[in-house]
């Protein structure tokens, strides 16, 4: 009886392992077996040359360029938004709170983390709408909001990285500046923090995937289906995700479905792309920092 | 400098305090205007000023019900492949794999789906248009698992190695050890991957609102098409921003705020009871 309840359960585990990988693989398959014939400049400029549309400016009207611009810029934005507050709050948690108040910034920062998107992106709208009930003046819908609310969204993921980085460094390190009478914040930033920089890019990694795979933020503050002049801050503009979205139910024919599917692996590439750009700055500053540390032996 | 580390937590509280407060105050004319109860219970019928959440509610359970009952058994079987029967090179492949999988954006899972899961699911069960609750949930359970499996596998690796080698000079086989000391011992870090997996599920937009439908009527069935309550918000946000129906989205948000935090308070149940238990 227990050989046997043995047996099934190798039997179901690798089952599941089955069935898991061959649903990735498919959809895998499926975008790649649907993308090919595409032609990838005018998957992303469409009908206007792509110098003109690089160097000039000029408004591509069928093509995902606008959006891969628009998805990139929004991302940078709210990462750079973020990375402060983020990075200063993991820091609060790990070095300043107090009992009390690590409780209770500790449950706030759980609550934002496992907040839908869609709540985040419905708070983003209300406060753009008191603003500008408040100052008429304010600006509408705008990429500068999307960022904002994205920003907010990947707050908790950056918060959580420094706190654990900095939880886990060794007491002897922690301990060997301020006796050479640094203070408490120099010691943060200029000892514990390098010696972490590697765990914080991950978490700034992290951060920017999350913020780029996000629809629901953007599409309540700020994205259209269609901008296809240059951006600005300040107007609204479009994203990879949405375009995707907005496709899937309003595509006409078959070739503006496989932009959809062009724009899916596309997407999927620039997450990738995040990834492996954040990997080669990670190893390059570890390098650098144990470049310097070895100097000053 | 502290100050500003100081003034950076408190934004981040605030913040997320303020959220809960803009739900409740914006959907607060729609909270006056009917009974509290009536809202929570009651159906959706904007004609005769019945403005209740009860069938986005059922059909937010039922989809991440269903994303549960896909994705936790494919996870744990994963999982269990991954921390105990895989070895060597073949076991930090899968882990990889496992990890990118979960960056696969949301919309690219639905937008697939689309286009092969609902005719598939629309010509094997000859009835309704193959938007529904099963297709929602299939991709939901499978959207969820990459998260899941990671978490489990943690769980099932945060065993006390100690114990792991007295079960192995035992004569224990590695499924023995899995089934008989690694389950009941990570049985808590398991609940609490469940649960993420949960909130996550709950959470999720685009997903339900690409292939669930969005009927606005009480499901009877799981092919049966269902909106959430995430999709309702995405959705009313197209109405007049004064009508009633509009405020409607706000008690959304805050059901599932307060959902967020009841999860989070179950994780902490959990987790106490993790480390009380290790530390005998």
């Given at each position: 009886m227990k050989r046997c309840a043995e047996l099934l359960l190798v039997i179901f585990s690798w089952l599941?392992?089955?069935?898991?990988?061959?649903?990735?693989?498919?959809?895998?398959v499926v975008l790649l077996l649907r993308v090919r014939g595409l032609d990838a400049v005018s998957l992303f400029f469409g009908d206007t040359p792509p110098v003109d549309a690089l160097l000039h400016g000029l408004p591509v009207f069928d093509g995902i360029y606008p959006a891969l611009l628009g998805t990139v810029s929004v991302v940078m934005v709210a990462v750079l938004c973020a990375v402060l507050p983020g990075v200063f709050t993991g820091i609060y948690l790990a070095e300043f709170a107090g009992p009390w108040a690590h409780r209770i910034v500790n449950l706030l920062v759980d609550v934002l983390t496992g907040l839908p998107s869609i709540v985040v992106g419905l708070a983003g709208f209300s406060f753009m709408v008191l603003l500008h009930n408040l100052f008429p003046g304010a600006p509408g819908p705008c990429m500068a909001w999307s960022a904002l609310a994205l920003g907010f969204l990947v707050l908790p993921c950056l918060v959580r990285t420094t706190e654990t980085a900095l939880q886990g460094i060794p007491a002897e390190l922690r301990r060997t500046a301020p006796a050479?009478?640094?203070?408490?914040?120099?010691?943060?930033?200029f000892v514990l923090l390098p010696f972490r920089a590697k765990d914080l890019l991950g978490g700034v990694i992290l951060a920017t995937g999350r913020a780029a795979e996000d629809t629901a933020v953007i599409m309540l503050t700020g994205v259209v289906a269609s901008a296809p002049g240059m951006h600005s801050l300040f107007k609204q503009f479009e994203a990879l995700p949405f375009y995707i979205y907005y496709m899937s139910s309003q595509y006409r024919d078959l070739a503006e479905l496989q932009y959809g599917f062009g724009a899916s692996i596309t997407l999927l590439l620039l997450c990738g792309v995040f990834f492996a750009a954040a990997f080669l700055l990670q190893s390059y500053v570890s390098f650098r920092f144990r470049g310097s540390s070895w100097l000053q032996k | 400098m502290t100050r500003l580390i100081r003034a950076a937590a408190v934004v981040t509280g605030?913040?997320?305090i303020a959220v809960f407060f803009m739900m409740l105050i914006l959907g607060w004319p729609l909270f006056s205007h009917g009974h509290l109860f009536a809202l929570l219970v009651g159906g959706w019928n904007p004609g005769s000023d019945q403005f209740g959440i009860l069938p986005m509610m059922v059909g937010s359970t039922a989809i991440a019900g269903?994303?549960?009952l896909?994705?936790?058994?494919?996870?744990?079987?994963?999982?269990?492949?991954?921390?105990?029967?895989?070895?060597?090179?073949?076991?930090?492949v899968l882990l990889s794999c496992v990890r990118l999988m979960s960056g696969v954006p949301t919309v690219v899972y639905g937008f697939v789906a689309l286009i092969y899961l609902v005719p598939f699911i629309r010509s094997q069960f000859h009835s309704g248009s193959g938007f529904s609750i099963l297709t929602a949930s299939l991709v939901l359970g499978l959207l969820i698992s990459p998260t899941m499996i990671v978490l489990f596998v943690n769980a099932l690796d945060g065993v006390d190695p100690r114990a792991r080698r007295a079960a192995a000079a035992l004569g224990a086989t590695p499924v023995q050890r899995l089934l008989y000391l690694q389950l009941s011992e990570a049985l808590p870090g398991l609940l609490s991957g469940v649960v993420m997996g949960l909130g996550r599920a709950m959470g999720d937009t685009f997903i339900s609102l690409m292939l669930a439908g969005n009927s606005i009527n009480m499901p009877d069935g799981v092919l049966e098409s269902a909106r959430t309550l995430t999709a309702h918000i995405a959705l009313v946000m197209a109405v007049d921003f004064h009508s009633l129906e509009f405020q409607s989205i706000y008690l959304c948000g805050f059901v599932l705020y307060l959902f967020t935090f009841m999860l989070v308070l179950i994780l902490r149940v959990v987790d106490h009871r993790f480390r009380r238990g290790r530390v005998q």
């Open positions: 599941a392992l089955l069935v898991f990988a061959t649903s990735f693989l498919s959809l895998f050479l009478g640094a203070t408490k914040v120099q010691n943060i930033f | 605030i913040c997320t269903g994303a549960l896909v994705g936790t058994p494919l996870s744990l079987g994963v999982a269990f492949v991954t921390a105990v029967f895989a070895r060597g090179r073949m076991r930090r």
